[in-house]
Antibody, heavy 114, light 112 residues
């Protein structure tokens, strides 16, 4: 069955960067899209962007341009999201998901604190 | 960006009660391809969202048929016909007709 396994929780300092992973199985990764989402605990969900694994083509929410960079490694069927110049406002749970939210990763908590 | 307004923000129900959640969009969600990309999700505490409904009224795989979705244009409704304990959590509508995809503010379903 389809699985999206995200990396573990991160505690990072302000100004640093972090790379989150989403390892997939159970479907053909190389011809699929992957979306990423942000959710601050207790708040709603925001769409960050999407990447097509076939050619690495990306689309971003304007709000997250310059903050998030999406990449894929088709050899390991893994999607990645780099978050740069982190501030406390980036502290949130980040999800990967595909097929218009039919399948979700378990989410990863990123805490930005000195 | 398209704004989705969900009402109510909190919904108190007893087991077996039927309830409805409204999702109103700031723009029509009817796409030029004839589809309306409106979805409903349930997020239980500490879990990832679970997709319940896609394209307004299609039941997701494995989703109980007590859930139903309806609506068109800018007004959409999720109905639960007979709330069960496992239905408690926060419900979100999401649109993907207009970029970027956006979510409603959420409706928390709790036991009365």
């Amino acid at each position: 069955q389809v699985k999206l396994q995200q990396s573990g929780a991160e505690l990072v300092k302000p100004g640093a960067s972090v790379k989150l992973s989403c390892k997939t199985s159970g479907y053909t990764f190389s011809t699929s899209y992957m979306s990423w989402f942000k959710q601050i605990p207790g708040q709603s969900i925001e769409w960050i962007g999407m990447i097509y694994a076939g050619d690495g083509g990306t689309g971003y929410n304007q709000k997250f341009k310059g903050k998030a960079t999406l990449t894929v490694d088709t050899s390991s069927s893994t999607a990645y999201m780099d978050l740069s110049s982190l501030t406390t406002e980036d502290s949130a749970v980040y999800f990967c998901a595909r097929e218009a939210g039919r399948y979700w990763g378990q989410g990863v908590m990123v805490t930005v604190s000195s | 960006d398209v704004v989705l307004t969900q009402t109510p923000s909190i919904l108190s129900a007893t087991i077996g009660q039927s309830v409805s959640i409204s999702c109103r969009s700031s723009q029509s969600l009817l796409d030029s391809d004839g589809n309306t990309y409106l979805y409903w999700f349930l997020q239980r505490p500490g879990q990832s969202p679970q997709r319940l409904i896609y394209l307004v009224s299609n039941l997701g795989s494995g989703v109980p048929n007590r859930f139903s979705g309806s609506g068109s244009g800018t007004d959409f409704t999720l109905k639960i016909s007979g709330v069960e304990a496992e239905d408690l959590g926060v419900y979100y509508c999401m649109q993907a007709t207009h970029a970027p995809p956006t979510f409603g503010g959420g409706t928390k379903l709790e036991l009365k």
